[in-house]
């Protein structure tokens, strides 16, 4: 699962909707929790932005084992 880790503090764990990938919620989100000292984890989801997506392993069960395990 490709990701971006930016900053230093507590960490918040950000991912986005359908058809979009980790972009979407750095332009919304980056700004304003560097500002408040959160270190920002932004995931892409299996299938999108630069993760590989595999048909036959999609499922909401995978995908949480899979951020769980990168968290």
Known sequence: MEHE??????????V?????DRRVMIEA????LAEAGVRR???DLPG???SPGDAAQ??????????????
């Open 48 to 50: 999108h932005g630069a």
């Open 29 to 32: 989100f980056d700004e304003l």
């Open 5 to 14: 880790l930016r900053g230093e503090g507590p960490t918040a764990v950000l």
């Open 58 to 71: 999609a499922s909401a069960d995978a995908f949480v084992d899979e951020l769980a395990a990168l968290v």
């Open 16 to 20: 986005h909707g359908l058809t979009v």
């Open 41 to 43: 984890l932004y995931v």
